[in-house]
T-cell receptor, first 113, second 111 residues
Framework: DGGITQSPKYLFRKEGQNVTLSCEQN?????MYWYRQDPGQGLRLIYYSQIVNDFQKGDIAEGYSVSREKKESFPLTVTSAQKNPTAFYLC????????????FGEGSRLTVL | DAKTTQPTSMDCAEGRAANLPCNHS???????VYWYRQIHSQGPQYIIH???NNETNEMASLIITEDRKSSTLILPHATLRDTAVYYC????????????FGSGTKLNVKP
């Protein structure tokens, strides 16, 4: 079945460590997105990518990094520079510039100990 | 993209219609209205979208006022599985990148 796969679902890290969250899609979508969600809040855009080898900062990019070396993959690295990384992270994808909708993965919950 | 305003929470009896309002008074002519929902600790799920006309699909109906400054999402026969946070979003169709999700409306469907 086509969809978006995020891994790991749960992740614990110590302060000062970098961690990478995986996002893979087999929908052949051009655009991919990373959002962060804090408890009781809406989603905030971290980074997005419209095509391979290109990506742009969203509203809260500080302390995060991404790469887009393949169309189907858009990993997010949470660096030690992110002051409050404990959150629920959601990856999404979309087919091109159209009225189409975002498709989301099931999310990764990161807890910093 | 235009900002949206939604009630924080709503209750609905199981089997009854759930009507979720959204205000988007600053919406411009090329902005669509989208609705998503998020069941606890899952990724948001697309429900429906529209520009001017009312829309209906297998999940819901979307009613947009004539001046387009507000809309209502209707779940015709709410079930317990419809308990979720519902997000109303407006976006320019050619704005490739950004869907802004506010805090949404928590719909509680009760037996």
């Amino acid at each position: 079945d086509g969809g978006i796969t995020q891994s790991p679902k749960y992740l614990f890290r110590k302060e000062g460590q970098n961690v990478t969250l995986s996002c893979e899609q087999n929908l052949n979508h051009d655009a991919m997105y990373w959002y962060r969600q804090d408890p009781g809040q809406g989603l905030r855009l971290i980074y997005y990518s419209q095509i391979v080898n290109d990506f742009q900062k969203g509203d809260i990019a500080e302390g995060y990094s991404v790469s887009r070396e393949k169309k189907e993959s858009f990993p997010l690295t949470v660096t030690s520079a992110q002051k409050n990384p404990t959150a629920f992270y959601l990856c999404a994808s979309k087919q091109g510039v159209s009225t189409g909708e975002l498709f989301f993965g099931e999310g990764s919950r990161l807890t910093v100990l | 993209d235009a900002k949206t305003t939604q009630p924080t929470s709503m209750d609905c009896a199981e089997g009854r219609a759930a009507n979720l309002p959204c205000n988007h008074s600053t919406i411009s002519g090329n902005e669509y209205v989208y609705w998503y929902r998020q069941i606890h600790s899952q990724g948001p799920q697309y429900i429906i979208h529209g520009l001017k006309n009312n829309e209906t699909n297998e999940m819901a109906s979307l009613i947009i006022t004539e001046d387009r400054k507000s809309s209502t999402l209707i779940l015709p026969h709410a079930t317990l599985r419809d308990t979720a946070v519902y997000y109303c979003i407006v976006r320019v169709v050619y704005n490739f990148n950004k869907f802004y999700f506010g805090s949404g409306t928590k719909l509680n469907v009760k037996p």
